[in-house]
């Protein structure tokens, strides 16, 4: 072993031979460190490889493919002088990478983003590889398809090596994981794990090369390829994993090692994994196993990973009852997708019904192929505020004075409504495309730059083609930008209609001087544009202002193609960062104040606007073209914790749900939870940490929350059972 591979097994196998294509060199990189770094068992005496890991110099992430730590490299090269010429050619050579991407930025993208406006790509994002590739088929019939496709692409033969080192260093793990298990049974002293570690010895003789052959088996090669990828979102798991549990007779087994993995996947944070859906012919494909997932959430109360489960028109009674039952526990899971909407959504942009029905989610909601897509996960954000914002003012941020987007008009000189309205929509359109371009500087800079072998191997197409996964190797390579404070940009366009150009109760001049000054000495205007209608309360012309500047978003996504080789799609899933762009964003005509964290965190009304009832607030979502949004849609309710205490309040939210679903919704997540609950905990975090609300498209615990993000949650409207 090599003075490098002792330090950094990446570092040895990337400088192995410099004069490969960078991609073969990452293959190469990932072989050693499968030979040479350590590997273990969890805390939970499951397989685990740390590829991903913050300790060494370099490693394999799961949004950034080989990574190198550029201080820590430096470090090595004055420690061993003999690699010091090796070592800082290639810390130039990472910084020259990186800085390609920048310089391919437009000054107006960076200066929109600095602004809050907008981001575009900057992140690997989350991925779905069809960790069934190796479960249900194992490394050996990814080989024959490497070898099936090899010779038609000869051009791409470093490619191919390149997946073919990433398929050797599995093997190689499955082979150190079988010596390390039946070694380590023999020191065991706790019999159900030394059971365990006998039994995963013995996987370990078939796997990964060849299908599992039980759910243990099945657990191995899950574990081994699930780590090495970097604990991300396992996908389909009642689907590809229901075969080896079908074949188990000992089920307590299963529920053992389900027990075992769901502790793993709270200490590692993974993400999201999706159960049941529907196939092409509206199918319901629940099984056994998407029954035993819903009872160890429900068991376990952890807020991760994130759970979604897919219904349809044909989803059996029996799984709703479950979800209610779930959901009851207050963990804010599952999430629930509709098939019939997110489908045929998926459809419009090209993506065949066999296909479609395949999505699940990654990260906190993105939409993906499952194993056959890179679809963005997501690419950008565009928020609806500052381009209300700029119309307003004409292309300059009220918050730093700078000009940074395009002149759209004096808005002095507006004398309808329309011509406004108009102004914003320009500013959406240039926002977007700025958004857009970002993304695929971006997206060209990791597509050349940071190949990942592994998931090429993992993602149909990839082989196929001769392409890298990040390099438009996947089926489907569309993208996905979210939007932003929708709710609040509505609210604030109709009141200007309502009081300045229809009642002409106040005039433009007067709105200007007043959002400058922040309203103050400007209270009358203030309290007439604050109470003006909002968008959440099924009045038909809010909300189709409000749904009007959405659907325009939608329509200039699918304008831009991707670098990757799609178009562009839309969504909403605000995440964490929604009471930051509140913060970023100046006054608005809705009565928002500059600097106010409070947005709208979903495709729902701001926090607390929303005051005529479920019903009245679903009908107003509803007049969004749903079926358009092929991104994760939040629609987010906030429901007392009482009403599931009762078969009749479950009954009546599986009832909305349903509803919502059948009129044309697309997702639907739930908070359960006490109000009074929420309150005490402000004021007494330590008594409630183990209080569960949704932010976005995800759960997390209440006191991990900012401030602002606490205040966002106890503003949402409250559900009740007789509401």
């Given at each position: 072993m090599t003075k490098l591979a002792q330090i950094d097994p990446f570092l040895d196998g990337y400088f192995s031979d410099e004069t490969l294509e960078h991609g073969e060199r990452v293959g190469l990189a990932l072989l050693?460190?499968?030979?040479?770094?350590?590997?273990?068992?969890?805390?939970?005496?499951?397989?685990?490889?740390?590829?991903?890991?913050?300790?060494?110099?370099?490693?394999?992430?799961r949004?950034?493919?080989?990574?190198?730590?550029?201080?820590?490299?430096?470090?090595?090269?004055?420690?061993?002088?003999?690699?010091?010429?090796?070592?800082?050619?290639?810390?130039?050579?990472?910084?020259?990478?990186?800085s390609k991407a920048k310089r391919l930025y437009a000054e107006t993208s960076e200066a929109l983003e600095r602004a809050g406006a907008e981001w575009g790509g900057g992140w690997g994002g989350h991925a779905n590889p069809d960790y069934g590739r190796i479960v249900c088929f194992g490394t050996d019939r990814i080989r024959a398809i490497l070898a099936e496709n090899r010779d038609r692409h000869p051009d791409e033969a470093w490619f191919y090596r390149a997946c073919s080192y990433a398929l050797d260093a599995i093997d190689i793990l499955g082979e150190r994981f079988r010596v390390l298990a039946s070694d380590s049974a023999e020191k065991c002293a706790d019999a159900d794990d030394r059971a365990l570690l006998l039994r995963m010895a013995k996987a370990f003789e078939t796997v990964p090369r060849k299908p599992a052959f039980d759910f243990t088996s099945a657990m191995c090669s899950f574990m081994l390829i699930f780590s090495m990828d970097g604990n991300d979102s396992p996908g389909r798991f009642d689907q590809y994993m229901y075969p080896a549990y079908a074949a188990t007779e000992n089920k307590e087994e299963i529920v053992d090692l389900l027990d075992r993995l769901w502790e793993y996947f709270r200490d590692h944070r993974s993400w999201n994994l999706c159960i049941s859906g529907s196939d092409a012919n509206g199918t319901d494909e629940t099984n056994e196993l998407s029954y035993a997932i819903l009872a160890m959430v429900r068991k376990k109360g952890y807020n991760t990973p994130n759970l979604t489960c897919r219904v349809h028109g044909n989803t059996p009674q029996k799984l709703w009852d479950a979800i209610a039952d779930t959901l009851a526990v207050g963990t804010g899971l599952p999430a629930l997708y509709n098939d019939d909407v997110v489908c045929a959504a998926l459809e419009k942009i090209g993506i065949p019904p066999d296909d479609s029905h395949r999505y699940c989610m990654n990260g906190c909601n993105q939409i993906d192929i499952f194993g056959k897509s890179h679809m963005g996960l997501e690419d950008g954000e565009v928020v609806f505020t500052k381009c209300l914002e700029y119309a307003l003012h004409n292309g300059r941020d009220a918050m730093s004075g700078e000009q940074v987007s395009a002149e759209t008009g004096d808005p002095l000189s507006f004398t309808t409504y329309e011509r406004l309205e108009r102004a914003f929509l320009d500013q959406l359109e240039f926002v977007t495309y700025n958004a857009c371009s970002s993304a695929n500087a971006w997206q060209h800079f990791r597509g050349v730059y940071e190949p990942h072998p592994l998931r090429s191997c993992l993602i149909e197409g990839c082989l196929e083609k001769g392409r890298d996964y990040r390099n438009g190797g996947p089926l489907y390579n569309h993208g996905q930008i979210l939007a932003e404070g929708i709710a609040d940009a509505g609210d604030s366009l109709y009141a200007v209609k309502k009081l300045v150009f229809d009642e002409k109760k106040h005039t433009m001049s007067e709105l200007l001087a007043a959002l400058d000054a922040d309203f103050a000495g400007f209270e009358e205007l203030w309290r007439d544009f604050s109470g003006c209608e909002k968008f959440g309360n099924d009045l038909e012309e809010v909300d189709r202002i409000t749904a009007r500047a959405l659907n325009r978003f939608f329509t200039v996504l699918k304008r831009h193609n991707t670098y990757r080789g799609g178009v562009f799609t839309g969504g909403c899933s605000p995440y964490n960062r929604v009471a930051g762009y509140g913060?970023?964003?100046?006054?608005?005509?809705?009565?928002?104040?500059?600097?106010?964290?409070?947005?709208?965190?979903?495709?729902?009304?701001?926090?607390?606007?929303?005051?005529?009832?479920?019903?009245?607030?679903?009908?107003?979502?509803?007049?969004y073209n749903q079926n358009d949004a092929c991104s994760g849609f939040v629609f987010q309710n906030k429901f007392e914790a009482k009403l599931f205490c009762s078969e009749k309040g479950k009954a009546a939210f599986i009832a909305l749900a349903k509803a919502y679903f059948a009129n044309g919704g697309q997702q639907y997540t739930v908070t359960v939870v006490s109000p009074e609950d929420l309150l005490d905990a402000k004021v007494h975090p330590e008594n409630h940490r183990s209080l569960i609300v949704r932010v976005g498209g995800y759960s997390e615990y209440f006191v991990n929350l900012d401030a602002d993000l606490q205040d966002n949650v106890i503003k949402r409207t409250f559900l009740q059972e007789n509401g």
């Open positions: 050693h460190a499968a030979r040479n770094l350590e590997i273990g068992f969890s805390r939970q005496m499951l397989p685990e490889v740390a590829l991903e890991t913050k300790r060494g110099s370099s490693g394999y992430s949004s950034e493919g080989l990574w190198f730590n550029t201080e820590n490299i430096a470090k090595i090269a004055a420690e061993f002088p003999e690699l010091e010429g090796m070592l800082r050619r290639y810390i130039q050579e990472i910084k020259r990478f990186r913060r970023r964003t100046a006054a608005l005509p809705n009565g928002k104040r500059k600097g106010e964290p409070l947005l709208a965190d979903s495709i729902a009304a701001t926090p607390g606007r929303d005051t005529n009832g479920p019903t009245a607030l679903i009908k107003s979502v509803l007049r």
